[in-house]
């Protein structure tokens, strides 16, 4: 079992950065790809950024490209989604997940809130 848990989100201004944290605890998650996620308000959940379970590669689609940066420290158990330039419309609650197996998501945080105002 593994527990993962967001931090960094909070009310923020149009144009501000922010970088949001998810820890992972119960187990390492040094051998296992993550991800990034938002569900904004009366929207489907949105894919926004995945890294390999060492670092050496990550993916983020193309409405992520630019201004959304995934990273990790193993050492730290940790992963990071950068965010910069944000807009009103990137409002929304930003979750990380630990995939298992190529193509699945496993397990999830509880996620963290971005109010972007503008």
């Known amino acids: 079992q593994v527990r993962l848990v967001e931090s960094g989100g909070g009310l923020v201004q149009a144009g501000d950065s922010l970088r949001l944290s998810c820890a992972a605890s119960?187990?390492?998650?040094?051998?296992?790809?993550m991800g990034w996620f938002r569900r904004a308000p009366g929207k489907e959940r949105e894919f926004l950024a995945a890294?390999?379970?060492?670092?050496?590669?990550?993916y983020h689609p193309d409405s992520a490209q630019g201004r959304f940066t995934i990273s990790r420290d193993n050492a730290k158990n940790t992963v990071y989604l950068q965010i910069n330039n944000l807009k009103p419309e990137d409002t929304a609650v930003y979750f990380c997940?630990?995939?298992?197996?190529?193509?699945?998501?496993?397990?999830w945080g509880q996620g963290t809130q971005v109010t972007v105002s503008s």
């Open positions: 119960g187990r390492p998650i040094s051998t296992y790809a």
């Open positions: 890294i390999s379970y060492d670092g050496a590669a990550t």
């Open positions: 997940a630990l995939s298992e197996r190529a193509g699945t998501y496993d397990y």
